[in-house]
């Protein structure tokens, strides 16, 4: 079973320029969720997808936008880069929101390192 | 008010001991909890899931949970240094959503 990964590990950007980040999920999952964790802080969260939609939306400008591909991949994109972008970003892939109620546990990739400068 | 709280830390406690982490949360229709454990630099990694009041046991871990109470905890029995890590508290929030909220987390410290 393949976990989640993420590319790429670490990344420099400057101001006002934009990135796109990947994620692949763990094999049967398809769910993949996006958190933005600043230093001390517990992951915010981005975006969740379900199936090639967008399954919910944290308190994030639409300058963070994503995509979900049919194998349940995924892309964080973020244009207009802001200092405060500088932050780890971390994927996680869940089975599904199948309707039941949870368990819905989350599986974290490695995550992408953002340096904003 | 915050969603899920956790003291910061750090705690500290000796090797040997046990650390209790514990976890409050706003939201009384919340169903489902997690624990998870992240090392510095590193992505967070689940270690226990909790649904229903009571303990549940897992290893050196043990996850409390009091609903009445809004608040979950995490015991870990016989500390080692390689247990000196954040611990994130995740909560599922009432209303349909199934994306976990999450805690600032607690600093822990095992010293020798």
């Known amino acids: 079973e393949t976990g989640v990964t993420q590319s790429p590990t670490h990344l420099i950007k400057t101001r006002g320029q934009q990135v796109t980040l990947r994620c692949s999920s763990q094999?049967?999952?398809?769910?993949v969720s996006w958190y933005q964790q600043a230093l001390g802080q517990g992951p915010q969260f981005i975006f969740q997808?379900?199936?090639?939609?967008?399954?919910g939306r944290g308190n994030f400008p639409p300058r963070f936008s994503g995509l979900q591909f049919p194998n349940y991949s995924s892309e964080l994109n973020v244009n207009a880069l802001e200092l405060d972008d500088s932050a780890l970003y971390l994927c996680?892939?869940?089975?599904?929101?199948?309707?039941?109620?949870?368990?819905?546990?989350?599986?974290f990739g490695p995550g992408t390192r953002l340096t904003v400068l | 008010q915050k969603e899920v709280e956790q003291n910061s830390g750090p705690l500290s406690v000796p090797e040997g001991a046990i650390a209790s982490l514990n976890c409050t949360y706003s939201?009384?229709?919340?169903?489902?909890f997690f624990w998870y454990r992240q090392y510095s630099g590193k992505s967070p990694e689940l270690i226990m899931s909790?649904?229903?009041?009571g303990d549940k046991e897992d290893g050196r871990f043990t996850a409390q949970l009091n609903k009445a109470s809004q608040y979950v905890s995490l015991l870990i029995r016989d500390s080692q240094p390689s247990a000196s890590a954040t611990y994130l508290c995740?909560?599922?929030?009432?209303?349909?959503?199934?994306?976990?909220?999450f805690g600032r987390g607690t600093s822990l410290i095992v010293h020798p």
């Open positions: 997808y379900y199936r090639e939609e967008e399954n």
């Open positions: 939201d009384r229709g919340s169903q489902s």
């Open positions: 094999s049967g999952h398809n769910t």
């Open positions: 995740a909560v599922l929030l009432s209303g349909g959503s199934y994306i976990p909220t």
């Open positions: 909790i649904y229903s009041n």
């Open positions: 996680a892939s869940s089975p599904g929101t199948s309707g039941t109620p949870p368990p819905n546990e989350q599986f």
